[in-house]
Structures are given as structure tokens and as C-alpha cells.
């Protein structure tokens, strides 16, 4: 998170009370756990976790282990939102097919085979999008969930591949390779152990 910011929010008894300026922040002898975020951004984090605002308060940066962890149902429906973006990309495609076909009925085969180009679309769309800034497919950050390490850093691209690629292998298992997340404690399904990264959600304040 980028803490170049004039204005920041502060959780106080429980609520959201701010915007307060830099000055106002070092006179509220703020606790390292204490939750802060620059205004305009959605997530608190604890002080701790700010490097720049850290060094700014005097406060010893440290980075906090992820604590709140996307539930299985949370990632099917992301996975539902990412297969239906995929679908759309195809569709358009297809139309882009058929307006240059001279017969649309005998373009039907060729349209029904290249349905397989759909799970192609989501899989570069998942590695592209989570190796990103955005740390997160589409369906992802509808749902308000993110890929990270296991540390809550950003995965890079070269992560992101391993991840994508990995989950063959759950489908390989029949399923078996994404269901052991239910009996996971942090929700970590086989692909996500092989790649070591987690998928996270915001933190409730």
C-alpha cells in the first residue's frame, strides 16, 4: 500500500474517525497495532504494516502474517465470475467470426470446438491479472480476494504461472487437489501449497 498520502483514517473505539494530517498523527501516540490507512484506500492495516508511515511515527515496521483466509465457497463463485468474463471474450470472437463467414450455419462446428479456447482465456487472464499490481483475477476482486505468499506478498508473474498451471493437477485428482481446503486451516488447496501462495480477503473492521 502507498502511504504518500496528506490524509489518513484512524480506527478509534471500534470506528473509522479521521481525516487526520501527519501532525495530528504524531501527537495521538498511535500503538503499532493500532489500524491506519491513507484516506481513499479501502483496507485498514495495523501502523505496523505501513513502512513509510512506520518510519514517519517512529513506530518498527514489521510485516504481518495474513490472518484472514477466502473460504472455498468465496473462490468457486470467483472462479464462476472468471469462467463467464473468459465466456464473454469468446463471444465476442465468435461474432467477430461469423461477420466475416460467408455460410454462419457451417461455422457452426468450427464454433462449437473453439469453446475450448475458454478455459485457455481464463487461465491467461488468472496468471496475467494475479501476477499484476491488482494481485487478483477479476472474479477475485469482485468478490474481495487476492493471491499473495504465504508472507501476504504480491506473487509475480512467475508464481502466478506455477499457481494457474498447478491446478491440473486438481483436475487430474478428480477435484480432490482443490477440496482438501476445507481441511486446510488457512484454506489452501494443492495448487496453492505447490506455489506457496494463499488466497486472502480483507480484514473486517
Do not use: W
Amino acid at each position: 500500500m502507498d502511504t504518500s498520502s496528506d490524509r489518513y483514517e484512524v480506527v478509534i473505539q471500534g470506528k473509522p474517525q479521521g481525516p487526520f494530517t501527519l501532525a495530528e498523527l504524531q501527537g495521538m501516540n498511535l500503538r503499532p497495532t493500532d489500524f491506519v490507512k491513507p484516506a481513499g484506500y479501502s483496507e485498514f492495516k495495523e501502523l505496523r504494516e505501513l513502512a513509510e508511515l512506520s518510519r514517519l511515527l517512529g513506530v518498527t515496521h514489521q510485516i504481518a502474517q495474513p490472518q484472514y483466509f477466502a473460504s472455498l465457497d468465496m473462490r468457486m463463485l470467483s472462479t464462476g465470475i472468471d469462467y463467464f468474463t473468459a465466456l464473454c471474450m469468446y463471444a465476442v470472437l465468435a461474432a467477430v467470426y461469423l461477420g466475416g463467414a460467408p455460410n454462419a450455419q457451417e461455422s457452426v462446428p468450427v464454433l462449437l470446438a473453439g469453446l475450448a479456447l475458454v478455459p485457455v482465456f481464463k487461465f491467461i487472464l488468472c496468471v496475467a491479472m494475479e501476477g499484476s499490481k491488482k494481485h487478483a483475477s477479476i472474479g477475485k476482486m469482485l468478490i474481495g480476494i487476492k493471491v499473495t505468499d504465504e508472507q501476504g506478498r504480491p506473487i509475480g508473474y512467475g508464481k502466478a504461472l506455477l499457481r494457474n498451471l498447478a491446478k491440473l493437477i486438481g483436475v487430474l485428482t478428480l477435484g480432490i487437489g482443490f477440496f482438501i481446503g476445507f481441511l486446510d486451516r488457512r484454506q489452501q488447496c494443492l495448487h496453492d501449497k505447490i506455489a506457496g501462495t494463499l488466497v486472502i480477503k480483507d480484514r473486517l473492521i
